[in-house]
């Protein structure tokens, strides 16, 4: 990893943890949970939000301004709109995303859940997602939340991360496990 990876990696963790202490404090880990799913979805869905927190040509003020506006428009909670403007006045913006992620283990891991990182080669059903969350959960032994993302590549089945064990059931991958077995016989 690189130095400066990982001294963002660090400044996000312990804003995280922050933010995290704070919440736990106050007992609104649940609305930090959907700032948190809220934020996510913003900074995927939005450009213009990603250049405001990663841009240096914007001034402290500025950024600040608006990351606060862009909170209060978003009803976000009181702590998290607070940490944000603060973030903004350190320079520290450009982190968000690792907060972001710090924070969403830290929840899970509070709640006794695990997140399942699933590669389907189409989207999953309620249903389906709800059996291979049960049957994961049977596996790890504990809650399991499905982080789906769609890779029509994969031609059908699935690709399963969770924690450091990986599943690929994957018709791309059987493809390429004969072609290597082939490459080998011939």
């Known amino acids: 990893m690189s ?3 990982s001294i963002s990696t ?3 963790a312990r804003y995280a943890t922050a933010i995290f202490e704070l919440a736990k404090e106050d007992k609104s880990l649940s609305a930090i949970e959907s700032d948190v799913d809220a934020l996510e979805t913003a900074l995927a869905e939005s450009e213009d939000l990603r250049n405001l927190i990663g841009s240096p040509i914007y001034s402290r003020d500025a950024q600040g301004k608006a990351i606060t506006a862009v909170a209060q428009k978003m009803n976000l909670s009181a702590t998290f709109t607070n940490v944000l403007g603060l973030m903004a006045s350190k320079r520290r913006l450009f982190v968000l995303p690792f907060v972001l992620r710090g924070l969403r283990g830290m929840i899970a891991e509070d709640k006794g859940e695990v997140t399942a ?3 389907a080669a189409k989207a999953l059903t309620k ?4 059996k291979l969350a049960k049957s994961l959960k049977a596996t790890v ?3 399991v939340k499905i982080n789906l ?5 994969l031609i059908g089945g699935l690709v399963v991360k969770v924690g450091s064990k990986m599943i690929d059931t994957s018709i791309r991958s059987k493809l390429a496990n004969l072609q290597n077995a082939m490459k080998e016989v011939g």
């Open 10 to 12: 660090g400044i996000a």
């Open 141 to 143: 032994g504990k809650d």
């Open 149 to 153: 993302a769609v890779d029509e590549g």
């Open 127 to 130: 249903t389906q997602q709800d």
């Open 3 to 5: 130095e400066t990876a």
């Open 117 to 119: 990182d699933v590669v």
